[in-house]
């Protein structure tokens, strides 16, 4: 939590320093990770003194969906591309017709799907003016700040959503399950651990009141062969390391689920680590359309 | 089951798909009796006339299967009104669960063209062998059992003769290229 909060704190102090230059910045300054984020382009002036008559953000591909706010008086354009897994997606988006004069400010609304990993994205922005352009598209390299750029990109900072729960040093984070088709004998569940502590563990068993039994599975594709083995052993938990149980590799197997697991659900998963003890969370039954289907590697694919 | 021919299976697709693209189209694909999932009997003479898409897999798996499935509801609505004259096929490997019945509730999840099919296990496993299909019953710790299985789809044209393979997991555009082929020629 105070991780949360600091870094919401670095975000509006981000916010803050950019707006008082002459740059176009995305306001709120941060998401949380996996809500959509609904905000604004802010152009707080023109191209050295001249009116402003259009702007044109160009989205990189981590923006997985991205829809304009109506503008009275503005010609809005939208444009296409083909993006991860074949799926259309919005390139950029283009507004013009309008006009900001330069001592005055405007906000360009939008709504945007953002990448449910923490960390900045940046947004390359082209802000035309009566005469001549602005292009805001620096990105900063690792390690160097925003504030040394001259024509920083537009940015908005993912945040980590809180834990789901944390026992012993372990954090329980980004679960879901998958929904499960009608009389599906089986779901999975996925969820991330991360162990905080200095002391390696494991997640030996998972059980749910939502299904007759659940147990640890991993499924791999072997050369075009789709293969599940239960994780007799449970799963491994370095100290200061990840566990991930994410689509195509590692998932928790619910067999005989009590009733029908449909999007908007909730499973309560009781996690039992060997060390740290027993901890139960509450997870959110997705579509698998959120993330587009297509296969083994992406996050969230799903159902309808 | 034959072991010989399982293990050449099992070597075709650990080999990737490439091989079997150089197999004979006549290699692949074969007569078969199963029902469908409403339980009437369908044999490879009911996708005849029309090309086809055909993969296998079991209601009790988690991901690849219903993943497969809505990616064939995209595919579907991409290739428009062409759609309607592909046969999309789901075939059980796990016929001991997999009724009509629950083939028939289950298929319910997804786009309406696609078909279930399954049968008694000996049927199964011809059909499954002439299609070059590896799979494998693999027990789980709390009694029940999981199926490995080859996740790719087959595309067969008009005349039963396979065309060529949809690897698991592609991006939608190589997909796409492949059913326009299909339904082009």
Redesign the interface.
Known sequence: MRRFASRAAVGAALLVASAAQAHITLTPATAEAGHSFAGAFRVGHGCAGSATKGIRVVLPPAVTSARPQAKPGWTIKVEHA?G????DRVAAIVWSGGLVPDDEYDDFGVMLGLPAKAGPVFIPVVQTCEAGESRWDEIPSPGTSLHSLKRPAAVVEVIAPPPLAVIGGIEVREGWV?A?????????AYLVLHNGSKQADRLVSVSTPAAA?A?L?N?R??????????L?HGLDLPAGGDAALA??GN?V?L?GPAAPLEPGGKVELTLVFEHAGRVTVTLPVRS??DSG?????HHH???? | MNRRQLIAGIALFGAALAPVRALAAAAIGGPFRLVDQFGHPVSERDLLGRPSAIFFGYTLCPEVCPTTLVSFGRWLKKLGPAANRLNVVFVSIDPGRDTPRQMRDYLTSFDQRIRGFTGSPAEVDRMAKAYRVYYRKVPLPGGSYAMDHSAAVYLMDAAGRFVEPIGYGETDDMPMASLRRLMGR
């Open positions: 083909v991860p897994e074949g799926k998958r499960a088709p009608n009389s599906a004998p089986a779901a999975a039994r147990e599975h499924m594709m072997d050369g075009g062969v789709m293969r599940m083995r239960a007799e689509p195509g998932h197997m067999f698998a359309d289907g297509g296969g083994g590697e694919g799903g159902m309808r």
